[in-house]
């Protein structure tokens, strides 16, 4: 699908604001996908269409999670994580979208997993650090970014869990599995 297409099919599901960020997102993929090898158009198509399903509602979400076979256990922690695996079903089934490395992006952009691709790596950084973000943290991750995705995704994980506990909030199992991973492949 080529960028104005993708672009006007998202912008429907967003927010100005919401569109605003996508464009960030989106330019920081390409940034980081030339950088570190990834596919670059999958990119692109991934970090359009990554918060596609931001603004459903929750019902719709759980319904979804429910009978469409996405995992259970979701719908015991925060429903800021929904709208990731939601998201990869509704942008196949509505926007046509079946290349299973975009939809993966997708679906893991929010809270990671073990063994993640390349891909996955670079979206869910790309959101973590696109230009609109502005919060502790994150302009380090930037930087490290510029030298180091795996290092970079490190920190973004670990800022992520770290910001959870401190609310007091629940962390999605996946999350640590990711964090444990990219820290078990480390290469010093």
Excluded: C
């Amino acid at each position: 699908m080529e960028r104005e297409k993708a672009l006007e099919l998202v912008k429907k599901q967003l927010t100005e604001h919401r569109y605003q960020h996508t464009l960030g997102v989106m330019e920081t993929a390409i940034t980081l996908a030339a950088q570190y090898g990834a596919d670059v158009k999958k990119a692109e198509l991934a970090a359009i269409f990554h918060d596609y399903a931001k603004f459903r509602s929750k019902d719709e979400m759980r319904s979804i999670i429910v009978t469409e076979g996405l995992p259970q256990d979701l719908l015991a922690f925060n429903a800021e994580l929904w709208h990731a695996p939601v998201g990869a079903y509704l942008v196949e089934n509505e926007a046509g979208i079946t290349d299973r490395e975009v939809l993966d992006a997708i679906r893991y952009h929010t809270s990671g997993r073990a063994d993640m691709t390349l891909l996955e790596k670079v979206i869910y950084l790309a959101d973590y650090i696109e230009p609109g973000r502005h919060f502790p943290g994150v302009d380090e991750v930037r930087e490290m970014a510029k030298v180091n995705l795996d290092r970079a995704l490190i920190k973004a994980v670990q800022n992520t869990i770290l910001f959870l506990m401190k609310k007091n909030q629940t962390v999605y199992p996946e999350t640590f599995f990711t964090y444990n991973d990219l820290i078990n492949k480390l290469e010093d």
